[in-house]
Structures are given as structure tokens and as C-alpha cells.
């Protein structure tokens, strides 16, 4: 197992960027090159902090106050579903799909899936979405983590997959004209799909 594995099993797996990077994985990689440092966690807090520490060998320095307040109770997003417009903005940005619902339709939080990374926040355009104390936690410690990191992992994949997707659509239609090196080339390519000498 690298260095930077071991830093992101970890990690509390939010993939919140309150760190300064993309998520979890990132930071990882950034902790293990030298490029961040290990205090940059308001969700893992002190005890990820330490534990860090102990990876890697640095001393634990409490958590810099310029990535945010260490996190005391754990909190999941609630949508107010009589004010939600269905605008998809908090699906779009969830890291982990834990927020359902369809284009101008009424969305709602799985809760047991939220990791509180308040991502949904900034985007929701009518102040919907509040943040309540969790009140139910199947996944505890470290199963919650590897849970919250399949998900990631899944929705990494499927955007990247439909991105994918379209590219190779845009390819396919573009692709006669942009192959095509001369006028000339073209209309061979018409006159033989004609039929025509």
C-alpha cells in the first residue's frame, strides 16, 4: 500500500474540499508529496489529524483554523421539499448521490448517505437546504469512510463514463468533415456511397 493510500483510508471520505483540494483522494497525494499538510481537515479534525501523524511522521499540529472549525457533531443536509423548485443544482454537485430527485421535480436527501459536505449549499438558488444533526448513522468510524469512498468512487465513474459518451457522439458527427482533407475527398466519399463512379 502507498503512502497515499494509506493517508486516504484515513480520511473521513466527506470529499467536502474544505482542504483546498477536489477531495479526499487529492489531499492525499498532496499530503504524501509534501505539497499539504496534514491539519488541513475539519472533518476528520484531531483524531484524523493524529492519526496522520502517526502515517507519515509529522507532528500533530492542531487543525488550521483557515480550512474551517473542527467539526463536533456530525450534520446531513435536509431539503425543505415544500420550497424546492427541483432546480437538479444540489444533485449535480453531491459528491457522493446522496440527494434524489429529477429536473424540476421535488429532491430529498438520503440521509444514511449524506457525508455533511455542505457542497449542495452555495448552489440552491431558493435557500432550501438546512443542516440538522444526524440523526440516524448505520455506517459508523471507518465503514462510513469506505462507504462514502465507493459512492464517490461510482459517481466518479459514471460522470466520467457519460462524458465519455458524448465525446464519442460529438466525434462521430463531426468526424466525415474533419476527416475529409479536401473538397475533393468528400465528395468521393458521396459519389461512392451513391453508388457513383
Known amino acids: 500500500m502507498s503512502l497515499a493510500d494509506s493517508i486516504d483510508a484515513r480520511l473521513p471520505q466527506t470529499q467536502c474540499t474544505r482542504c483546498g483540494y477536489d477531495g479526499c483522494r487529492p489531499y492525499a497525494e498532496a499530503i504524501a508529496s509534501g505539497e499539504a499538510r496534514i491539519n488541513q481537515c475539519p472533518p476528520g479534525g484531531g483524531e484524523t489529524i493524529a492519526e496522520l501523524a502517526a502515517i507519515t511522521g509529522q507532528p500533530a499540529l492542531p487543525l488550521d483554523p483557515a480550512y474551517g472549525e473542527p467539526e463536533t457533531q456530525p450534520f446531513v443536509a435536509l431539503i425543505d421539499e415544500a420550497r424546492c423548485i427541483g432546480c437538479y443544482k444540489c444533485i449535480q454537485v453531491c459528491p457522493v448521490d ?3 430527485g429529477a429536473p424540476k421535480l421535488m429532491h430529498t436527501v438520503v440521509e444514511a448517505e449524506c457525508t455533511g459536505c455542505e457542497l449542495c449549499l452555495p448552489p440552491c438558488p431558493v435557500d432550501c437546504i438546512e443542516w440538522v444533526p444526524r440523526q440516524i448513522d448505520p455506517y459508523l468510524g471507518r465503514e462510513r469512510a469506505t462507504r462514502s469512498r465507493q459512492r464517490f468512487e461510482l459517481r466518479t465513474a459514471r460522470l466520467q463514463g ?3 459518451e458524448r465525446e464519442s457522439k460529438r466525434r462521430a458527427r463531426t468526424s466525415p468533415l474533419r476527416d475529409a482533407a479536401t473538397m475533393d475527398d468528400l465528395l468521393a466519399r ?8
Do not use: L, N
Request: charged share 30%.
Open 162 to 164: 457519460q462524458s465519455d
Open 98 to 100: 446522496a440527494i434524489v
Open 190 to 197: 458521396v459519389r461512392a456511397r451513391a453508388g457513383k463512379p
